[in-house]
């Protein structure tokens, strides 16, 4: 029998307390908690609970709590504080967590906190800080141990009992010529195995290579995802080291990537769960309004076609299977096209085999439900014609839907539009055309 289940969890704890407006007690509950845990609380919060429980946090740790936020809770968090409360919060973060918060504060109040910390510490910062959030150097933290070729692993090891701390996540020492460019790495677990008097340069791994400071930031998840990475080193073009990257940086890139794919396609905004009516009700209100245009595109077809309508009723009763069938489609290649572009899989080698293996499950997928669906329409209705038109207008649609589905998304990143946000109402516009056009003007062929 598992003891603790006769015992509230923390969480448990928490919400009673809240409940009961025991400030004391919240507050000592979440002290107990870690700084993940507690801004995931806040941020699954109603936005009146947030304030309060941010300022029931102790300096240190609501500097790590915020740093653990989303970034519109964050920068909400921040707005109304003055450049010493600032400082004071960021000074105990690794410098690239500090750049991501100064990123969203205005130049005038970015520049006052700079002016509040010491000399070097501001000179890393404005490392990071030259670079956009989206980009390796980003990313990276200065916060870096870095030793010479020529050392033995004794003086190596004597150097790392000289720290009273190592950065996190250090898995390996980063070696550096006299000139700070990059030349290999030498994993600490080599260093506490190995022979002392051997040099670092007979044990040093070269075939990594480092991270340019400009590249794109889902390319890095992309290589610590594929090569297993817990950090890696980021130089700049003349293979001067910069920093390194590590990988809980990493994962916050691929969630965001995640979190951004999963709400465009919706046309929603990653911080909509919680956020106030006023905030959430426009931001859906605009692609409600896109969607009301694009049907208003599909039903002006369905006008076109008004007379056949009117003499054969049946033909309204199927033009929604249609429709959804060719849909349901697209949004399948769709899917499919984004995740492998959010995974960095789609290159000019495999986009027109991607296109085409799209087109063709929807023509293999096309051939046996317009089968199905010609045998059903036939037998509900009395009318073998009336198979035949749903089961072409069917077949046509869903090898429609295959190839627009594939192709939409590559066409809309060739121009700079983003196909998770766009993709989805384009996609559902051509296969709701397509299917009325075809199902309506086959039965007009047919109907004469």
């Known amino acids: 029998m598992n003891s603790s289940a006769n015992f509230p969890t923390k969480t448990e704890r928490l919400d009673i307390a ?141 150097y790392l009992r000289r720290h009273t701390e190592i950065p996190p996540n250090t898995d390996n020492l980063i070696v550096v010529n006299r000139n700070d460019r990059f030349v290999g790495l030498l994993a600490i677990a080599t260093v506490l195995v190995s022979d002392p008097a051997v040099s670092v340069r007979e044990m040093m791994i070269t075939d990594q290579e480092p991270i340019n400071a400009d590249t794109p930031a889902t390319d890095v998840a992309h290589r610590f995802e594929r090569n297993d990475w817990i950090s890696a080193p980021v130089v700049d073009d003349a293979g001067r080291l910069l920093g390194r990257i590590t990988i809980d940086d990493v994962v916050d890139v691929i969630r965001e990537e995640a979190d951004h794919s999963l709400t465009s396609l919706a046309g929603l905004a990653e911080e909509d769960t919680f956020a106030p009516v006023w905030q959430s009700a426009p931001r859906r209100a605009i692609w409600l309004g896109v969607n009301l245009a694009t049907a208003l595109v ?31 489609a697209g949004t399948q290649s769709l899917t499919i096209l984004i995740r492998a572009m959010a995974m960095g899989q789609i290159n000019d080698r495999n986009q027109l085999w991607l296109i085409g293996r799209e087109s063709l499950v929807g023509l293999i997928n096309g051939l046996l439900w317009a089968a199905v669906i010609a045998v059903t329409a036939s037998v509900w209705f009395g009318d073998p014609i009336l198979g035949v038109i749903i089961a072409c207008a069917m077949f046509i649609n869903l090898v429609t839907a295959g190839l627009t589905g594939a192709a939409l998304p590559i066409l809309l990143r060739k121009l700079k539009v983003d196909p998770a946000l766009a993709g989805g109402v384009l996609v559902t516009t051509v296969t709701d055309v397509m299917g009325f056009f075809a199902f309506l003007g086959l039965a007009t062929l047919f109907y004469r």
């Open 18 to 158: 809240l409940r009961s407006r025991t400030l004391g007690d919240v507050a000592g509950i979440l002290a107990e908690m870690s700084p993940g845990d507690v801004a995931y609380l806040i941020s699954s919060s109603p936005p009146d609970y947030r304030a309060v429980l941010l300022g029931l946090l102790d300096p240190e740790q609501e500097a790590l709590v915020v740093n653990e936020l989303p970034d519109d809770l964050r920068s909400a968090a921040l707005a109304d504080r003055g450049p010493e409360a600032l400082a004071e919060i960021v000074e105990q973060l690794d410098d690239d967590d500090v750049a991501d918060i100064l990123h969203e504060l205005p130049d005038e109040v970015t520049g006052q906190v700079l002016a509040i910390m010491d000399e070097q510490y501001r000179q890393r910062l404005q490392t990071v800080l030259s670079f956009s959030d989206d980009v390796a150097g980003g990313l990276m933290s200065t916060d870096t141990i870095t030793i010479r070729a020529d050392l033995t692993l004794d003086v190596v090891l004597r």
């Open 298 to 328: 599909a039903a002006s077809v369905i006008n076109v076609f008004q007379d056949t309508i009117e003499k054969v009723v049946a033909l309204a009763v199927l033009m929604p299977i249609v429709a959804s069938m060719g849909g349901i």
